[in-house]
């Protein structure tokens, strides 16, 4: 039986739900307080690796010479794939394609061939360099294009999504078009790169410290190659400098590594790679080359969509088969497609094997069916936010709600949503007034866009939507929290520990939030999928009811009351006539032996998918957002800025508006670094040339919109049992970066009259931008 506490309408705790709290470590981190896993104490004997890397893009391994190496000033010794005592495999899907080190070819420039090992990091970094290795080079490929014509396979199996007749409804369609969009990937740039620090232990014992968002999967990983069962190793991560969907499984590398090393000479030992080795060495947001086919009335409203999607996935599986499913199922967005067939293509390609980045896919179907959009209103005459309206999903009452892997659109607050952000924006008037001022404007031209998000939130691999927690009330009334989840900056840690204190009634002050390690919850899922707090604020949620249940029923015997008598608030307990503090409670039931420590569990219901039938409900709810940017382009330079963003967005009954705020912020700045500044590039022999700050350009705060205006959606409540019905926030609005993208295409269109969609490629760079202007007139 679960009882009901007081309300937020009347609290009065510090740090209860649907309030502002800072985050739990603000002051930590601005004041370079917060420890983070290079911050710990190195015992005395701490080893430290570095990885030496192929120098050619595909080849066969003909000779590796490691003697230099092995000589050089303060090594101990070398790794190779030799000295793996259990399994040579890191790959998180099973599919045994991806080598810790592999023994006979390099399939990408840049792969770890082997570590060394040394008494500095310094001196192992030096000794790398001077591994002699011969190779027969390999021809390779290393874009999804060039994969395509060169008959590569594959890397995942490639998902289909179908739905009525596509065929037939593009060749009877009033209008019809066809395009390319070449979609770019991302670096991961976290502030905190990888590292992991493993500690030797006992018999088969280890315990590796590392920054990760999946530690149950490096345990596994760690215990999988080294051979041991995972109850030997434990994995502890207290926060981390960023992930953003980087360290989900990219850790695995180098926890196995810092592992073995460890048992190997039976020391600890660090392993850290620089920024051009982290860049170089671990995957990317995945690449997208998109080939669309739309027929469409003469109201804009389309009638059927034929998508191929082909990703540069690299040398190996990683999570390229849920990435490039999840690119598919958000190739609609926000409208509804009558008649449509999407395919993925999942090449295999020589370069290292891209991974998770946040919206895991998504981004790059969304921006595709904006593209469409903008195509079909250039193709008529039309502004873009009217094409949009006319497409959005309905509901059962016109039969326009079902999504091409068929699952209901149940709960679309888009048209709201829509109408108050182009109210607030000034909309309309503002692209009036732009209109004029590119028809008078011979250099300075403008652009606007009001774009949408619909997003879904859970876990598409089902087994992953579960959670646990751990709580331990102690008998001075202080309070232990642990959960599954990993705090990387996005205030996970603060929101669950708000959820714990509203359970109990109790100040946020009395609750220790302390690091995830598999030690204390077992089995977890990665802190990805945007469902963080979904997830681990449940699980928190039920430990917290068992908990309050017990001392219910041993404070209704004790006094001698009903249990609808008991209530929680303000750091007291309410029973009957009687009032106690939380503390005097706790102590007394500690007294009396009620058990004061509980685990919890969530499974997210309903969600259900069937991938070879393309059919299911593989999320539990979706997630709204939309916004507004205006931009300014000089045609001369190709160079931009952002003059203005508005953005609305949903997150439900917020658990905490002020980081949920700073999540939308974050999240539309890096969306917008995406499809703007960030460009990787990789030269003829396979070398990735952006691979440090210097040549890879993410967003300065110079780049931020200059009158940036964000707002969440507080009439939103969310209809599923969410946490506190709150809704996730983590990937949903890195699409909302897509407006800059759209209002630049607009702008650049002004050169040309409006008379053809200018198809930028992302990221839309200055010397893109240029490029399209010069081409649209020279077109004209």
Partial sequence: MKHDVITDTDQTISGAVHVDRRHDSAEKHVTGRADYCDDIAEPYGTLHAYLGVSTVAHGLLKNVDLSDVLTAPGVVGVLTADDIPGHNDISPTGQKDEPVFPTEKTEFHGQPLFAVVAESRDAARRAAELARIDYDVLPHALDPVSAQEADYPFVTAPLKLERGETAPALEAADNRLKGRMQIGGQDHMYLEGHIAFALPGEDDDVVVHCSTQHPSEAQHMVAHVLGVPSNAVTVNVRRMGGGFGGKESQMNLFAAVAAVAAKKWNRPVKIRPDRDQDMTATGKRHDFVVDYDVAFDNDGRIQAVEGNFAARCGYSSDLSGPVTDRALFHADNAYYYPNVLLRSRPMKTNTVSNTAFRGFGGPQGVVAAERMIEEIAYALGKDPLEIRKVNFYGDKTDGRNLTPYHQEVEDNILPRLIKELEENSDYQARRQAILEHNAKSRIIRK?????????????????????????????????????????????????????????????????????????????????????????????????????????????????????????????????????????????????????????????????????????????????????????????????????????????????????????????????????????????????LRTHAPSTYKIPLASDRPREFNVSLAEWSVNKERTIKRSKAVGEPPFMLGISVFEALSMAVASVADYRECPRLDAPATPERVLLAIERLRNSG
């Fill in 447 to 687: 652009g606007i866009a009001l774009t949408p998000v619909k997003f879904g939130i859970s876990f598409t691999a089902t087994w992953y939507n579960q959670a646990g927690a751990l709580i331990h009330i102690y008998n001075d009334g202080s309070i232990h929290l642990n959960h599954g989840g990993t705090e990387m900056g996005q205030g996970l840690n603060t929101k669950v520990a708000q959820v714990v204190a509203d359970a109990f009634q109790v100040d946020f002050e009395r609750i220790k939030i302390t690091k995830t390690t598999t030690e204390k919850v077992p089995n977890t899922s990665a802190t990805a999928a945007s469902s963080g707090t979904d997830l681990n604020g449940m699980a928190a949620l039920n430990a917290a009811e068992q908990l309050r249940e017990r001392l219910v029923a041993f404070a209704a015997e004790h006094w001698n009351t009903e249990p609808e008598t008991i209530s929680f608030r303000n750091n007291m307990v309410q029973i009957g006539k009687d009032a106690v503090s939380f503390n005097d409670l706790v102590r007394q039931a500690y007294l009396a032996r009620v058990h004061l420590s509980a685990a919890g569990f969530y499974k997210t219901p309903k969600i259900h998918w069937d991938r070879a039938a393309g059919r299911g409900r593989p999320f539990y709810y979706y997630a709204y957002g939309a916004s507004c940017s205006e931009v300014s382009v000089d045609t001369l330079t190709g160079e931009y800025r952002v003059e203005r963003t508005d953005i609305l967005h949903d997150v439900g009954r917020s658990l905490n508006p002020v980081l949920d705020k700073g999540q939308v912020e974050g999240a539309f700045i890096q969306g917008m670094g995406w499809l703007t500044t960030e460009e990787l590039w990789w030269d003829n022999a396979g070398r």
